[in-house]
């Protein structure tokens, strides 16, 4: 298996655009996960979805945040408008439902200017 | 006070030295216990898992839980420059190990020089 996918690896964005972050779990596994990391911060849970399902959100920083799983090979995390606060590495991960291996995906580093 | 406590480093050996990496925690109700490895510009992969207190060892890799001072430990040794990365604790109150509930110590930022 290819492992978790993301696009796109950078993004270089200006305030108040759109940004769209991508990610294709790993086959078989049935929950997904949106992490954010910064230095100051660490690896921050944002939402996780079982079996397509958004089960917890509490982690989304606000309103600007929104995810969506459409099907089980895919998951978009999107800003909107973006800050430059938002900056960051943001990692998908994947496992089995009933607990297990969490594997994470590259990232996305995503700089707001 | 954070749940999980990992001091940042960076931490940095010659090759061939023991290392010890060390988490704390406050909430007693973490009973299952993970070590993630990240490479740079590389998503955490993970190391090593353990339940509940004890040793766990794997190649020159050795977990440590004590419970009763709610601190873990990673130890390496013959430390080698592949093993230069940033080491993150997590834990989890679900004996199940899901990744749901899962907290993450910040890392330690690991430098083994040659």
């Known amino acids: 298996d290819a492992g978790v996918i993301q696009s796109p690896r950078h993004e270089v964005t200006e305030m108040g655009q759109e940004v769209t972050l991508r990610c294709k779990p790993i086959?078989?596994?049935?929950?997904l996960f949106w992490y954010r990391q910064t230095m100051m911060r660490g690896l921050e849970l944002l939402i996780y979805?079982?079996?397509?399902?958004?089960?917890?959100d509490s982690g989304m920083p606000e309103d600007r945040f929104s995810a969506k799983m459409p099907n089980a090979s895919f998951s978009t995390l999107k800003i909107q408008p973006s800050e430059p606060r938002d900056s960051a590495v943001y990692f998908c991960?994947?496992?089995?439902?009933?607990?297990?291996?969490?594997?994470f995906g590259e990232g996305s580093r995503l700089t707001v200017l | 006070q954070k749940e999980v406590e990992q001091d940042p480093g960076p931490l940095s050996v010659p090759e061939g030295a023991i290392v010890s990496l060390n988490c704390t925690y406050s909430n007693s109700a973490f009973q299952y216990f993970m070590w993630y490895r990240q490479y740079s510009r590389k998503g955490p992969e993970l190391l090593m898992y353990t339940y509940s207190s004890g040793n766990k060892e794997d190649g020159r890799f050795t977990a440590q839980v004590d419970k009763s001072s709610k601190y873990i430990s990673l130890f390496i040794r013959d430390s080698q420059p592949s093993d230069s990365a940033t080491y993150l604790c997590a834990m989890t109150p679900y004996s199940g190990g899901g990744a749901d509930g899962l907290t993450f110590g910040k890392g330690t930022h690991l430098i083994i020089q040659p």
């Open positions: 086959s078989g596994h049935n929950s």
């Open positions: 991960a994947s496992s089995f439902l009933d607990g297990g291996e969490l594997f």
């Open positions: 979805f079982n079996n397509n399902v958004p089960i917890d």
